[in-house]
């Protein structure tokens, strides 16, 4: 349905009886192209007069949003159906949280942030000519967190806990589930306020909100949400390691949006499997990377409005308890008090017993589980730089390498279509196991690993990739010694897959007679080229 949806974020898969074909004049075995042709000329012969009437008055996307409300598909809005509109638009929605027990423990947490480096910004190169101070000026004041410190209830945590189905170690479950993905495409850019966080949400929304007061638990794009696995078990205590994807919406009216995305928030949680003990809490943005934050901004008030897009260095960004959470007041067997906060506000002493984990993963283990469940692409390994060409040397394979201006399995990506579609699809996945090594990296770091002579055959090799790079992500087939044997840029590879089949060079295109997605076919056809290039310089 290339002709319907040209976009990979808006592709999906309808599946017709041979009767319902047979109406829209189309034998069984007709070409694709007249499929997709017929298919939307004579799309409103499969709709009823009311249906037809909704098409045309609210649109493709319009009918598509209000058939998401329409539960009982009768083509009308109850109360109960329109309930959660009405919620959005009257910041009804109330927060889900246990009623305080004041003789519950509480957990004291301090915020550090270190605010963006602004040198890092690629606009920051032309001294930010043409951007005006307004734009930037939530991120220019943005210098401190909201809240350096914070105290809060211990069971608050619940919402960390595995679900009670016996996970193993490193199986990972989903605290926010993710509502997004490459058929639904992604969330309004303007827009100022979040929505009232529910469930869940609550207490990632509290944390967050120490850093700023206008966090979205839930990003603009895929994939959104939390996802968390038990790293550890005692007797009585689970160390869970999470993943969070969220953003901040910086500026306020009548200055125009200014989003502000890092890769990712990770960390960790030592709790008790009842919930009412936390031992250990940390939530931090990874600052190993040259650049950790995707920032994107309008000039205008609509979804049309011209954006600009930049990426730089966050430097500290993170949440950590002060120590074990503590009880205000202790009692004895026959609930006298024995003990209470002092009231300075400083906490009750006490020392805790060593916990001796019974089963434990590593924390590098743990985090690539989250990983491959936020990005289905990383089943297979994706080797540093340099590494990734000692192991080709030595596994005869080529590198399969992906140059991009921003982390591809993280949020500050420029990679986002990419990944969602081929580089996860089964096929592709299977051959990039089989015959290469694959790798991805940073525009900015083979820069600075070209620059830095202290190995040539380094330098070499950034040098031979950047040569090949264009904006803003270069997928590239290249030989153990770092030789391009092949490669295409991604702006190139999403037009020529949105084209219709038959305006493509045959050369480019292998559509199979089952649907075969038009992206996977192009990229498995891009691999395999690379692989017959090759072919004269890895013979034994």
Not at 286 to 299: A, F, G, H, I, T
Not at 343 to 367: H, L, Y
């Amino acid at each position: 349905l290339l002709q319907i949806a040209p976009h990979p974020a808006k592709r999906c898969l309808f599946i017709f009886p041979l009767d319902v074909l047979a109406r829209m004049g189309i034998n069984s075995r007709g070409a694709r192209v007249d499929f997709c042709r017929k298919f939307q000329q004579n799309l409103t012969c499969l709709l009823s007069p009311i249906q037809e009437l909704a098409l045309k008055s609210l649109g493709n996307e319009g009918l598509f949003l209000f058939s998401s409300l329409d539960t009982n598909k009768d083509l009308y809005l109850s109360p109960e159906e329109f309930k959660p509109i009405a919620e959005k638009l009257t910041g009804s929605e109330s927060e889900e949280e246990e009623t305080p027990d004041p003789h519950g423990e509480t957990l004291s947490i301090v915020a550090k942030f270190q605010p963006l480096v602004m040198e890092t910004m690629t606009k920051s190169k032309d001294g930010f000519l043409g951007i005006s101070h307004v734009a930037l000026s939530g991120l220019r004041n943005w210098t401190a967190p909201a809240a350096p410190m914070s105290v809060l209830l211990a069971r608050q945590f619940k919402a960390f806990l595995p679900p009670k189905n016996n996970l193993e170690l490193g199986d990972p479950w989903w605290i926010i589930p993710s509502e997004l993905n490459i058929f639904t495409g992604y969330l309004s850019n303007n827009r100022f306020y979040p929505p009232a966080p529910k469930g869940k949400e609550v207490i990632i929304h509290k944390l967050l909100s120490m850093f700023h007061p206008r966090p979205f638990v839930r990003t603009r794009f895929a994939p959104q949400g939390a996802v968390a696995c038990i790293q550890a078990s005692s007797s009585f205590y689970y160390s869970i390691a999470f993943r969070i994807h969220a953003e901040f919406q910086l500026n306020e009216p009548p200055n125009f949006p200014f989003w502000f995305s890092p890769g990712q928030f990770t960390g960790y949680i030592v709790l008790a499997k009842d919930s009412s003990h936390v031992r250990d809490f940390r939530l931090f943005v990874p600052n190993n990377r040259s650049l950790n934050v995707d920032m994107e901004w309008l000039y205008g008030a609509s979804e049309s409005s011209n954006m600009e897009v930049d990426i730089g260095y966050l430097p500290q960004m993170e949440l950590e308890s002060t120590g074990p959470s503590v009880p205000s007041v202790i009692h004895d067997e026959n609930g006298n008090v024995l003990h209470s906060r002092d009231p300075s506000g400083e906490p009750i002493q006490f020392v805790f017993e060593e916990i001796s984990w019974q089963q434990e993963i590593p924390w590098q283990e743990a985090a690539h589980r989250l990983e491959v469940a936020m990005y289905p692409f990383k089943k297979i390994s994706y080797l540093p730089f340099t590494e990734a060409f000692e192991r080709a040397q030595a596994e005869k394979k080529l590198v399969h390498s992906i140059l991009l201006w921003g982390a591809l399995d993280d949020q500050s990506c420029s990679g986002r279509t990419l990944r969602e579609t081929v580089l996860e699809s089964s096929p592709v996945l299977a051959l990039l196991n089989q015959s290469f090594i694959s790798s991805w990296s940073l525009v900015k770091e083979l820069e600075e690993l070209q620059s830095n002579r202290e190995n040539e055959f380094y330098s070499k090799l950034a040098k031979l990739h950047l040569e090949k790079y264009n904006f803003p992500v270069e997928m590239i087939i290249c030989l153990p010694n770092g030789t391009v044997i092949h490669h295409i840029n991604a702006n190139y590879f999403l037009d020529i897959t949105s084209m219709k089949p038959e305006d493509v060079e045959s050369s480019i295109f292998s559509f199979s007679t089952n649907f075969e997605d038009p992206s996977t076919a192009t990229y498995l056809q891009f691999l395999k080229e690379g692989l017959q290039r090759a072919q004269p310089y890895l013979q034994p």
